[in-house]
């Protein structure tokens, strides 16, 4: 495949991962009458088979052998699934709460929380634009919980969560396929234990309600690994840059399902906050691409001043080449080196 043909089909594989977690949200109330904990539970159980399955398939193995002989990985991958159902519950029940316009707010704040736990967490210096979207994300958050009458709790955790993921993640370094089987494996018990106490207590939806409501269930498993997997693809295809603007479909859908589709207010005020928020992310972007052009151009800089060096030097030398050769008589072979 050519590079042309490899980029097309990343920009095919993002477009894929970014928009089913955009309209995820049409899924998640399928699974009514289940409860936010119980389907979070399936969730992680399904989620490890199918994982299992595709690395079966892909024979992907190897990393495990190695994670278990690295105890620190082993306890970052346990945060990591710790932070990641705190995430994975709260979207669920704000979803099938009707809260998916907040809930997407998270994920379009995510990316200035990322920066603002940069400098705080890893002492890193902003750029003054970066600075700017901050401020601008800070005043958008003030702005929206005069609007809500509080802060906006579920945006905040979701998005301060999946920073921490985040932030995990590249400290842990590991392929996202493999990270994810590593953490479900993490959540299977407990999940599989609650579930398991559910069923003895009565009140397990799994099968209770027909078999399209289990295989609904089921799916969930499906529907975590899937996207992953495509964006896993993506990301050894396309620019970091690209995948940067691709995140933002995710809360768009999300946004626009929350409007249009379920129907949810916006005042406003609300209205106001998510403006600043989207002015926020456009500084952000437009910082992001400009440094990214920037940093090209230093680089074909460097490269085109690392030739013409090289090129210098062999011109220094070949007159000695040059010398050699008549030296040598007429019938010395036009080639000779020069060294």
């Avoid at 899924?27 to 539970?41: D, H, M, Q, V, Y």
């Avoid at 920073?163 to 018990?189: C, D, H, M, P």
């Avoid at 295809?237 to 940067?244: A, F, I, K, M």
Wanted: proline share 5%; with cysteine.
């Amino acid at each position: 495949m050519t590079s042309q043909s490899e980029q097309r089909a990343g920009l095919l594989y993002g477009i894929g991962a970014y928009g089913m977690w955009g309209l995820v949200p049409l899924f998640w109330p399928l699974l009514k009458p289940s409860g936010a904990l119980e389907i979070l539970a399936h969730r992680m159980v399904w989620s490890l088979v199918f994982v299992a399955l595709a690395l079966l398939a892909l024979r992907r193995w190897g990393w495990a052998r190695e994670l278990i002989r690295a105890p620190r990985k082993l306890g970052l991958l346990t945060l990591a699934a710790t932070v990641i159902t705190v995430n994975w519950g709260v979207y669920i029940w704000a979803v099938n709460s009707g809260q998916v316009v907040e809930a997407s707010l998270g994920y379009f704040i995510n990316p200035l929380v990322t920066i603002a736990m940069g400098v705080l967490l890893l002492k890193e210096r902003l750029r003054p634009a970066q600075w700017a979207a901050v401020a601008v994300g800070f005043a958008a958050v003030l702005v929206l919980a005069v609007g809500y009458g509080r802060p906006p709790w579920i945006s905040l955790i979701l998005a301060f969560s999946f920073a921490f993921y985040g932030l995990i993640k590249k400290r842990v370094n590991i392929g996202g396929l493999e990270s994810l089987a590593a953490e479900t494996a993490v959540q299977f018990l407990p999940a599989l234990g609650f579930l398991l106490w559910l069923g003895a207590d009565g009140s397990l939806s799994f099968g209770a309600h027909g078999a399209v409501h289990a295989s609904l269930l089921a799916a969930t498993g499906l529907v975590t690994a899937l996207p992953l997997i495509c964006f896993g693809a993506a990301a050894i295809r396309v620019p970091l840059s690209t995948l940067g603007l691709l995140q933002y479909l995710a809360p768009v859908f999300q946004f626009l399902l929350g409007v249009w589709y379920f129907h949810e207010a916006m005042p406003p005020e609300r209205w106001a906050g998510f403006a600043l928020v989207w002015l926020a992310l456009t500084v952000l972007t437009w910082d992001a691409l400009r440094t990214a052009r920037r940093n090209r151009a230093e680089a074909e800089r460097l490269a085109a001043a690392h030739t013409e060096q090289a090129d210098t030097e062999h011109a220094r030398v070949e007159p000695k080449g040059a010398k050699g050769a008549k030296e040598e008589g007429p019938y010395a072979p036009a080639s000779t080196p020069s060294a």
